[in-house]
Structure formats: structure tokens, C-alpha cells
């Protein structure tokens, strides 16, 4: 937004340079004043808001006789209650009308305005709505340029006359709305917030650098700024179908040759109206703030009361490095526009550094809000939170879109004027002195046949002893010879599988990153890393050379050996697959059954009703059972998981665990950091701009709940001994 001064001067030039006709010879004749100084309408205004009784001709850019006549079945209305035409032609002709009349009065208030001390012949309110119909007749002219085209009923050079005019008033007419209506949001602003003065430029940079009083925030109907933005967004989408339609390459030229001017003007509106919608959002980020601070105040969650606190500052990150930034960036966009002699142009370098300060602090306001989002997803539990769940989801779209028009704005400043910097004076080096290939020293011998003579003085192969081992005792050796796994080498290295493995020899490198990958699915990396262990020691041969040898034979002690050695590796690898899996964030099905298999499992609690939409009394449809795991591997205890069960019918907690698997509608496994979330925190993290986010649900199949009842029951091996430990 911009000052008010600057705005008359403007809007005046604008509206002289999409005026389609001469101002009235007597424009007192169109606007009038009230005796109180308010603008009153005039017969002339009264055709923005009504349908002219007969086809009137404009007096427009081309010839009236390039309009086509109306169709044989369209009747012209011969009293205001007769129905308007509906024939092209007809309402071509008069939207033509109108925003001719629209142009020669705004024409009239502006040049009213430019007199020393006089007053304007329309107020602010009704510039919009003047504004607003020309828009929407600008529309209904471009419609029937369109029906008319099809019916091959205007000739291709008049339609794109008439189409480029209405264009125009189009975009201009949008960008007086706009100016007016942003005049009188600067009033609001300053009136409602106790601004005494905007000393800024741009609104942008208030919203921004003055503290709102939380009183005047309360007091604040956010469904009335939602309205303003509507109505900028209205504007704002004229303005650009306008510019986009002036740059085709059909356009008329020499209506836009000659109203160059608009097209600037145009683009500057287009603009300051990006500044004022995302001034309007970050007034709604505050307006929420203050709303959801009040609301879970009162239910005593500090955790979001500190996170509330932490958007306060996201607000006010990097201090007036923002504000600095904000008003160079917004410089840089209208000196693009239309170029001032006064400013300088900023370097490269400052645009790009501004640019990283914006972007910096549009994500400091995404990882506030997705830190928020995530507590207030743990505070709601049900249906009783419905303000703190829709307070929370009107902040999360709001802070979304504020966060998207600062990047907005990023992006569509340039990289700035670059400085001519004078290339240095070309030098003349001399040819490097070329050297001499060096000439191989080694010689290529030419291959020599050897003569019988010769031949017959190499000594003969000493005679190889007859072999007398079984063939069980050859496997054997072949395999203590395959995989020389030592004592003191595993000692040495702590069963450590990647070290034994380089040792050896091996390619370790995926084994390793799938080793120490948090972001790999822990089920799937470590069934990599024990196919990999059986393919770099082939555990089975080992036993299979060991079952097939005689008993005596001192081969069944060094196998006994390796295996035992083996095994203290996949001990360690078990230890820290378990780990892995405990600590993975999105554990699934596969993952418990292989954490049972390993004793790691302590304890599975007896099943307890959650609250749902169809308890009554003692019955519920919804259920949870909590799982504990082992220590880990350093002794720190685990987050638990948590089975949710939901049944089809309400039943009593102490029948849940006989039930039949069919009776389920639905039973997966949760974490306890997503226990609490559902389709509301999916909701939120889709308002903030994460449209894949889906709390991590993993079906539990019969089986495997079977299986975690028989652990509630205490009918498997004791969950206190953790072999792997």
C-alpha cells in the first residue's frame, strides 16, 4: 500500500489514459456534491447501474458501424420493464456505454481533485463501486465479443479493437479500484490500531515494524479482512488477465502503443496490491495468534502457550533486516515498472542478499508452524477442543499463505541492474615452448618360438601324492579356507561386522549405510544386512561341512569355531537391528513380529476404551493397547507403540480381547509421538502446506494381535530377559 498523495496523482493520469471519450461538456453535469460534501449521483452515473432502455452507440475507438446490427429474433426493450437483450450486439453496445460513462466521470473527479482545495466529487466508497461495474460490464463486452466471433458476425480486425479497448478499461479500472480501496484500508489501519500516522511507504513494512496492541487484535472481525482480500483478489486477477492480454502478440498496437502509460500504470497497481493482500495476511496471522493464545490459556497447555510466544517472534526474526528487506525488494519490483531518476539501482549482489534474508524468514514462520501444529495436534482429544482444533486450522492456512506471498515476492523480484564493469586489457602471452614427446624406453618384443631343444630342459612337475581325504573332509577345508574368520581378529575388533568385513575384504559400503541410515526403513535394512552376512560367510555351509564330517575329526572343532565367531558377530548386528527398530518413526507390522521373535518386547498392556463418537456408558468402539519395549542397547528407555483397535459394534473393555478378528473394523499400529493424531492433524499439516502429510498408521493383521494377547497374558518367554542385551 502506498500514500494517499501519491495515489491521487496517479489515478488521475490513469483514468485520462483509458478514457474512451471526451469528458462532458459540462461535467458538473455528471457528479454533484451534496450539501454535507458527500458526492451524489447523477443521472449519467445511473447507467453503471442499470441497463440502458435501447441500444445506445458509443463513442469508442473504431467506428460504430464496425458493430454488427442486432439479430432478426432479438427485440429491443421498449420500457425499463421489459427484458434486456440478450443478443450480443446489443450488450456489446452497451458495455461500450458504460464504461465510457465510467471514464468520463472518474475523468471529471480527478480533474475536480487536481484544483487547489477542492473537493472530490466521489467518495472513496463509491470510486469502488463505480469501479467494480465497469469491471464487471468490461467482462460482459468481452463475452459478447466472444459470442459475436462465433457466430462470424464482427470482423476479426474490429473484434480485436473493441476487445483490446474493453481490455483496458478492464485493467484500469480494476487498478482504481484498488487504489480507492486501499485508501480506505490505510484509514481502517490507522483508526482501529491506533496508527496515528503511517510513516511508511508501503503497509508492508507497519505490519511488519509496529506492535499491535492485543486488545485492538480481539477486537478484530477476521472475516471482514478475509472480505478485503477477496476483493483484492479480484482486482488482482483483472489486473493480470489485462497485462496478460496487452502482451499478445495480436493485440491491437496502436491502442497500446499509445497507452503505454496504463500498461505502466497497470503493472504498478498490480504490484502495490501483492503488498496489500500479504500486509492483510500477516495482520490475520496475528489476529489468530492472539485468538488460539486465549483459547488454549484457558486450558492450561503451556507447550503451545510457549510455541505461540516462539510465531511472536517469528514475526519480528532478524529485526529490520526485514523491513530493510521488504522495502529494497518492493522498490526493486516498481523501479522495473517505471523507472525513477532519483533512486539508485541496488547491485546483484544487495538484491540477492535481501532475498536470502526474506527466504530465511519465510521458513523460520514454516518451522514455527509445523512445531505448533504438531502440540496442538497432542492437546486436541476430542470433540470438546472443536475451537482450539478450527482456531489452530484458520492460523496454519493463514500462516501457509502469508509464508507463499513472501515467497511470491522473492521470486518475482529480478537479479537487479548489474554494474558495467570494464573487461581488462587483453594480453598477448606467448606460445607455450612445446616439448619433445619423450620416447618410451620399453621395447615391444616380437613373440619368439621356442625349439623343441629348449622345451625339453624345463624340469617336469614333481608328481602330485595321491589325495585320501573324504569328500567331506575337501568341503571342509575348502570352506575354513573360503572364510579365515580368526579368534583374535573378531576380539580385536569387537565383532564389529563392517570392520571384520573390510578386513576381509568385502564391499561394505551399502551395508553400512543401511546400517546407519535413520531414514531408512529399519525392517528393510537389516533383512539387507543379514542377507549380506550369510552371503560374505555362508553360515549354512558352515553347518552343513560340519554335520557331514565323521565325529573325531579335528575339522568339527575349527568349524565349531567359525560359528561361534559368527555368531558373536550377529549377536552385535541383532543388538543393533533391535536398537533400530525400537527407534524407528514410522514402524510397521513386520517390525513388531521381528521385535517378539527377538525377546525385545517387555510388556503389552490389557486393551483400554478411548472416548468416540458412539460410546454409551462402558461401550466404545474405539480401544488401545500399549507396548513397551526392551532397553536399548545403552540402557535408555524406548517411546512406547501403541495398538489401536476400532470395533464395529460398542462393547465393554474386558470383551475386547475375545473378540474375533472380523469384529475389528480396524487395528494398526501407531507411535506414541502420533497416538494422539488423526485426521484433523492431517487437516492441519495440509493447511500448512505439506499436502502429503498422513499420520503413520500400519495394519495389524490376526496373527500378529493373537500374538500380542498371548504377551498380555504372559504366556510367552519371560518379556524381563532380553537375550540380546
Known amino acids: 500500500m502506498h500514500r494517499v498523495g501519491t495515489t491521487k496523482q496517479r489515478s488521475t493520469k490513469l483514468a485520462e489514459s483509458v478514457s474512451l471519450a471526451a469528458v462532458p461538456a459540462d461535467p458538473a453535469a455528471a457528479t454533484s456534491n451534496s450539501v454535507d460534501g458527500s458526492a451524489r449521483q447523477s443521472s449519467q452515473l445511473d447507467g453503471l447501474s442499470a441497463r440502458p432502455t435501447k441500444p445506445v452507440k458509443p463513442r469508442t475507438a473504431g467506428s460504430s458501424a464496425a458493430l454488427p446490427g442486432p439479430s432478426h429474433t432479438a427485440s429491443s426493450p421498449a420500457s425499463d420493464k421489459q427484458p434486456q437483450s440478450t443478443d450480443p450486439a446489443d450488450i456489446l453496445q452497451t458495455a461500450l456505454r458504460r464504461v465510457e460513462v465510467w471514464s468520463a466521470v472518474l475523468a471529471s473527479d480527478d480533474k475536480q481533485c487536481s484544483q487547489p482545495g477542492a473537493a472530490p466529487l466521489l467518495s472513496r466508497e463509491r470510486r469502488v463501486e463505480l469501479s467494480q461495474n465497469a469491471m464487471k460490464s468490461a467482462r460482459e463486452g468481452l463475452q459478447a ?96 488477465e489485462s497485462l496478460r492480454n496487452m502482451k499478445k502478440p495480436d493485440a491491437h498496437e496502436k491502442i497500446f502503443t499509445t497507452d503505454s502509460f496504463t500498461m505502466k500504470q497497470i503493472r504498478a497497481e498490480h504490484a502495490f496490491c501483492h503488498g496489500t493482500m500479504r500486509s492483510i495476511r500477516c495482520l490475520l496471522v496475528d489476529i489468530y495468534r492472539i485468538r488460539l493464545l486465549r483459547q488454549v490459556e484457558a486450558s492450561g497447555s503451556h507447550d503451545v502457550t510457549a510455541r505461540l510466544h516462539e510465531l511472536y517472534q517469528a514475526k519480528n526474526y532478524l529485526g529490520d533486516t526485514v523491513v530493510d528487506a521488504f522495502t529494497a525488494l518492493s522498490k526493486v519490483v516498481t523501479e522495473s515498472i517505471r523507472p525513477s531518476e532519483a533512486g539508485a539501482a541496488l547491485s546483484p549482489q544487495l538484491v540477492a542478499q535481501h532475498k536470502d534474508v526474506l527466504e530465511d524468514y519465510a521458513e523460520q514462520f514454516g518451522r514455527v508452524g509445523l512445531g505448533l501444529c504438531l502440540d496442538v495436534a497432542a492437546l486436541i482429544k476430542g470433540d470438546g477442543d472443536d475451537n482450539i482444533w478450527q482456531s489452530m486450522l484458520d492460523l496454519a492456512q493463514v500462516l501457509t499463505e502469508y509464508r507463499q506471498s513472501v515467497l511470491d515476492l522473492i521470486r518475482s523480484v529480478g537479479p537487479g541492474k548489474r554494474e558495467v564493469i570494464a573487461p581488462p586489457a ?61 579368534r583374535a581378529m573378531v576380539t580385536e575388533l569387537d565383532a564389529d561386522l563392517i570392520q571384520i568385513a573390510n578386513r576381509l575384504g568385502k564391499d561394505t559400503g551399502s551395508v553400512n549405510e543401511m546400517m546407519h541410515c535413520s531414514r531408512q526403513d529399519a525392517m528393510i535394512a537389516f533383512t539387507f544386512v543379514r542377507s549380506s552376512i550369510q552371503g560374505w560367510f555362508e553360515k549354512d555351509q558352515l553347518l ?72 454409551s456408558g462402558d461401550h466404545g468402539t474405539l480401544f488401545e493397547m500399549r507396548i513397551e519395549h526392551a532397553p536399548l542397547s545403552n540402557g535408555e528407555r524406548p517411546a512406547p507403540w501403541f495398538v489401536h483397535l476400532h470395533t464395529a459394534k460398542p462393547v465393554t473393555t474386558n470383551a475386547v480381547p475375545s473378540l474375533d478378528y472380523k469384529e475389528f473394523t480396524a487395528v494398526h499400529l501407531k507411535t506414541a509421538k502420533e497416538k494422539n493424531l488423526g485426521k484433523r492433524w492431517e487437516m492441519l499439516m495440509q493447511a500448512l502446506g505439506n499436502n502429503d502429510a498422513k499420520v503413520h498408521r500400519s495394519k495389524i493383521d490376526s496373527a500378529l494381535l493373537a500374538s500380542l494377547l498371548e504377551v498380555r497374558r504372559g504366556r510367552k518367554s519371560s518379556p524381563e530377559q532380553f537375550p540380546n542385551q
Not at 448 to 465: G, H, K, Q, Y
Open 544 to 615: 552343513q561341512a560340519k554335520a557331514k564330517l565323521p565325529p573325531g575329526d579335528e575339522r568339527i572343532a575349527q568349524l565349531s569355531e567359525r560359528l561361534e565367531l559368527l555368531g558373536m558377530i550377529e549377536q552385535r548386528v541383532q543388538t543393533r537391528e533391535a536398537d533400530a527398530l525400537k527407534s524407528d518413526t514410522q514402524p510397521r507390522a513386520p517390525h513388531l513380529s521381528r521385535l517378539l521373535e527377538m525377546h525385545q518386547v517387555a510388556s503389552v498392556t490389557s486393551p483400554t476404551r478411548l472416548r468416540s463418537d458412539n460410546d
Open 145 to 240: 465479443i466472444a459470442d459475436l466471433r462465433l457466430g462470424n458476425r464482427l470482423r476479426s480486425n474490429d473484434a480485436v479493437e473493441h476487445e483490446a479497448t474493453l481490455f483496458t478499461i478492464l485493467g484500469g479500472s480494476a487498478a482504481t479500484a484498488y487504489e480507492a480501496r486501499s485508501e480506505l484500508i490505510e484509514h481502517k489501519w490507522a483508526h482501529q490500531f491506533r496508527v496515528t500516522q503511517l510513516t511508511e511507504s508501503r503497509l508492508d513494512n507497519v505490519t511488519v515494524r509496529v506492535p499491535l496492541h492485543h486488545t485492538d487484535l480481539e477486537c478484530q472481525d477476521p472475516d471482514e479482512w478475509y472480505r478485503y482480500l477477496s476483493e483484492l483478489e479480484k482486482y488482482r486477477s483483472a489486473m493480470d
Open 426 to 486: 587483453a594480453t598477448i602471452e606467448e606460445p607455450p615452448v612445446s616439448r619433445a614427446r619423450q620416447k618410451s624406453a620399453r621395447r615391444h618384443r616380437k613373440p619368439v618360438n621356442r625349439t623343441a631343444a629348449e622345451s625339453s630342459l624345463v624340469p617336469a612337475p614333481p608328481a602330485v601324492p595321491n589325495d585320501t581325504r573324504t569328500l567331506a573332509q575337501q568341503q571342509a577345508d575348502i570352506v575354513l579356507k573360503k572364510f579365515p574368520l580368526e
